[in-house]
């Protein structure tokens, strides 16, 4: 089942190009959907309109399977979100705090102690959130979303600011979050090899188009192939002549041959023509592209 179903939809300011041109994206049950691109691309437009925060202009919105537009109190008391900087009000604590929504929300009096347990927060009693570290914040923001037990938490660049113990501290919460209580998370950034750690499914939107959509698996399953290889021979200029003539796309740089877009049999069968030809290869490394990798290559392209 899809949770999230955004259907050619596009979005502008006034008079302006299209910030968000026909796009189209799926956030499956149960998934980390990993909404990723650079700053200006899109990302947190699109979640304002999944979230009603802008009115839609072109395209459907469906929420657990139903229209947002007309169905949305019913699909917003299901869904919990924190964009950008969570909005606290620094003189009081986390729970007290937290008794400002769950006023809105009506949730009951337990649920406090609940959320705060599960972001790591039960400790602060009298602390005061103007003295919370950015961390802390956060994690009381998330704690907010998640009061009324959401089934779908939608985050903008929650890691956006913190040191790197902050950013390993909202990723093991949001795995618990997922993995022990069922909750599909959409959560936006641009810190790649931060959350190819913590997703399972990934989007990527350049310059308001949507560039790819996999599951984190596949996606770096077909970018396999886009390895780079580097040669190391006696006679580079001959090697590279015997490659292109088996009509692979190669360069000489930096004394050694560079190849991509093979796959391991392919490395293999390179290898065996260019010994064929009596050309001594004294070195093959192959140099697998990560998430971020991937990501340049998309959006450069």
Known sequence: MTTIQVRNVSHQFSNQEYVLDNINLNVPEGSIYGFLGPNGAGKTTTLRLILGLLKKQKGEIEIFG??????????????????????????????NNLKVWQKIYQSPDSRIGEVLALVGLAHTKNKKASQFSLGMKQRLGIAIALLHSPSLLILDEPTNGLDPGGIVEIRELLKQLNQQHGITIIISSHLLGEIEKLVTDVGIINKGKMLFESSLVDLLKRQHQASTIYFDTNDNATALQLIHQQKIEAQIEKERIVVSQLSKQGIAQLNQTLVANNIEVYGIRAVENDLESIFMNLTNN
Not at 67 to 87: A, C, N, T, V, Y
């Open 66 to 95: 139903k229209p947002f537009d007309s169905s949305r109190i019913e699909i917003l008391s299901k869904i919990g979100s924190l964009i950008e900087s969570p909005s606290l009000y620094g003189h009081l604590t986390a729970v």
